[in-house]
């Protein structure tokens, strides 16, 4: 841990610096910022100034003598999502417990906004990024390239195929088909799908929804996967109404469930892959008039404090949120001290919260 | 908004402009980066290859030149907190739409991360920074009053009463008192209140509860007196066995609501100041196996999606969390750009979202 942490609170400011040395402020904070024009007699009294009152050398000027600046960044795709946040507080407390400070900027979900960050960062001359991804394409990643070629970079929640990168995730295909296969047993059959992939049309085939789900986020694809392994095992046709496409909203959500709960062999289950998408399918059953878990189960991604205290409290799927960013932040600080990355997939288990939105589906004449 | 915004993706990287070169990679990044010792002759060679190539100076040259990094600071109390999140939403959609980026640090309440956190931003050159502090005394502001040295800070959510700063808060007092009148119409007197101050012990008298609260974060205080403020105006006597005191989490929460809901005059009425004293008192009542609103009626901040949807559908405050970071953002910029900082506090509206989660109180054999 710096040896300075904490202690600004006692040190003299650059105002009591030039005081000290008779020159003006303009004058001190050039000098020991160490920028713009300061001639070399007031130069010399402002650090003798400085010396005398123990004004603290700045990290910037420490970490180009050390070469390591005890600062990791991490760039997330939405720090408003919880699932974030909790990924964050990992990091945090991991860093911090090795003596790194971590900053933080979110890019929600934009990827012009995350070259800007990742340039941010190495302009900031972090020791090592994180990042959650929204880049999927083989050519929306030269920022990250560009980043490796400079500090230790790790992946998180995201794999993005075309990087040769440490990547922490979860089993989100595995989590997924668990979930589907819970609503399965209970005796479900159509079961509908939030969110899939962001095509403006429902693709009419699973070729084609594969399709799309592959020029997405990968965690999506992954989930997407899941649900149909499970239909697969229990030999359910796959039917594309059943899966939400478009934007990925609540309002959008409670839509697509809308229409879902109209289809004349209406669905008996959702499987929601976002908190977003859980809120929005419980609108859709609230205007409908329906009730969880009688009329309609459901299973969705993320656990919170909220879904155990609704009514049902609701089955849900928890991520190991710390652990994701305390792995990730272990992996990055390794890098950092030298060691050799293992440019592997560190893949953690989620957990499956049995609560009580999950029930048989209601008789023939629903 | 800087020229380079998101052009990173087409730059020639470090080990591109060292093989033009013809010097290795640790002398070209040495060069570039402006730290360590290269000799004059390669010095000159790496400077022909960069810019043969185009590689872009980075922003610190950049800022060194221009006295301005184009990056704001943020640190917050908790990132987890919805609410928090929600302000770092408004600051990072002001300051992008005027070409600066935002940078994150979260505190996680401790008021060492806090300093440490400060001395961060300082050190990155930030150009200003906005703070939600954990400080409450004049002696924990050291670290504050060193940054205001240096560079431009706005205060936001929490005011801190021996700075002279901009702060932009919400009218914490009027909204605590909007909540609870809003009970007392419905009928209740028997009224909790979580959370109050952590003190280790229940104050029991009014003075000494104002007291806890002083020595504690503004906020908190600010909803303690608006519950005050609604009890003396309707002349319902204060009850001390009615506030929760002690550590501000969802497990004391529920503790605390099952106490006061076991008291021989037990309360009809809670009024909520924290999300998770929510979702804590929404676990008391199931466990005690009343209902609300029938058996008990509820207030809380903050509004969320999933207040909208529980069974009931929760009456809550909503904060104007994207105008708040907004609001502080517009306020640093234009320090930033040369104003003259007003010093002024900024109180916005916050608002009581009705639905269905207050009734009157049940009849005299609760």
Redesign the interface.
């Known amino acids: 841990m710096p040896a300075?942490?904490?202690?600004?609170?006692?040190?003299p400011?650059?105002?009591e610096v030039a005081a000290e040395a008779g020159v003006g402020r303009a004058t001190a904070?050039r000098t020991l910022g160490g920028?713009?024009y300061v001639s070399p007699e007031l130069r010399e009294r402002v650090l003798a100034a400085a010396e005398k009152l123990g004004y603290r050398a700045?990290?910037?000027a420490r970490s180009?003598s050390t070469g390591v600046?005890h600062?990791l960044g991490v760039i997330v795709a939405d720090?408003?999502n919880?699932f974030f946040?909790?990924v964050?507080?990992g990091i945090?407390d991991t860093s911090?417990a090795r003596g790194f400070?971590?900053?933080?900027?979110?890019t929600?979900e934009n990827l012009?906004?995350e070259?800007?960050?990742?340039?941010?960062l190495?302009?900031?001359?972090v020791d090592g990024v994180i990042i959650a991804s929204a880049a999927v394409g083989r050519r929306e990643v030269?920022?990250i390239?560009?980043a490796m070629?400079?500090i230790p970079v790790v992946l998180v929640d995201r794999a993005v195929a075309s990087l040769d990168l440490d990547t922490v995730v979860i089993d989100n295909r595995d989590a997924a088909r668990e979930a589907v296969e819970t609503l399965i047993a209970a005796g479900h059959r159509r079961i509908g799908f939030v969110w899939g992939p962001p095509a403006a049309q429902q693709p009419v085939t699973r070729r084609g929804l594969l399709a799309e789900a592959s020029r997405n986020l990968w965690t999506d694809g992954e989930r997407l996967r899941g649900y149909l392994d499970a239909l697969d095992d229990a030999r359910i046709p796959f039917d594309p109404e059943l899966v939400m496409v478009g934007r990925k909203t609540?309002e959008r959500v409670t839509e697509e469930v809308a229409r879902m709960l109209s289809l004349p062999d209406r669905i008996t289950a959702i499987f929601c892959t976002e908190?977003?998408g859980v809120?929005g399918a419980?609108?859709a059953l609230?205007t409908a008039g329906l009730s969880c878990p009688r009329d309609v189960a459901l299973i969705g991604f993320d656990d919170?404090?909220?879904a155990?205290?609704?009514?049902p409290p609701l089955t849900m799927i928890e991520q190991p949120v710390h652990r994701l960013g305390a792995k990730a932040a272990e992996v990055l600080l390794d890098a950092i001290a030298g060691g050799e990355p293992a440019r592997e997939t560190h893949t953690l288990r989620s957990r499956l919260i049995a609560r009580s939105s999950v029930a048989p589906p209601p008789g023939p004449h629903h």
């Open positions: 300075d942490r904490g202690q600004a609170a006692g040190q400011t650059i105002s904070a920028y713009g700045n990290a910037l180009m600046s600062t720090i408003g919880p946040a909790g964050v507080r945090c911090r400070d971590t900053i933080v900027l979110s929600y012009d906004e070259v800007a960050a990742t340039n941010v190495i302009d900031k001359r030269a920022h390239r560009a070629d400079r609540e908190t977003d809120t419980l609108r609230r919170s404090a909220w155990a205290v609704m009514e």
